[in-house]
């Protein structure tokens, strides 16, 4: 064996153990990406099931007038109701809260935050954190979502 094959040698071994930390690391933050869109969609969905639910809860005075106008305090008492039922089937390593819901006229906005504390993540400091506004207007569905 020369010398320049001496100094070669384990570097195939070398090059395997970096590429395997490299490709762990890679799988580590995939499982971290897939639960953050997870935790996403959910708190989209929650946001959405809530403001659709909390428009059809119509004041029915003025709705026999041709008015179009929410009951405040029933379109309240339903996106809280459907928001705390949507919570219960939630995934386990989501954490997911109801900031505010209000309510104008015929039109309803609730906001919603979700976070979610990484897998493998957390020892690069990150948190994942989400927060979904939906609207939806009386009879006529999802008008907006930021």
């Known amino acids: 064996m020369n010398k320049k094959q001496e100094k070669e040698k384990g570097q195939v071994s070398l090059i395997f153990i970096v590429s395997m930390v490299i490709v762990i690391a ?6 971290d990406g897939v639960r953050y869109l997870v935790m996403r ?15 059809s809860i119509l004041d029915l005075e003025e709705a026999s007038n041709g008015n179009f106008v929410l009951d405040r305090s029933g379109a309240i008492y339903t996106a809280n109701d459907i928001f705390s039922k949507n919570i219960e089937t939630s995934p386990e390593y989501a954490d997911f809260e109801l900031n505010e819901v209000r309510v104008q006229g015929n039109q309803i906005w609730v906001t919603v935050t979700g976070r979610s504390a990484p897998l493998f993540g957390s020892q690069w400091g990150l948190n994942y954190s989400t927060t979904i506004v939906s609207s939806a207007r009386a009879a006529t569905g999802i008008s907006s979502e930021r």
């Open 26 to 31: 890679a799988m580590a933050l995939l499982v």
């Open 41 to 55: 969609n959910r708190t989209r969905m929650m946001a959405d099931a809530s403001a659709l639910s909390a428009a």
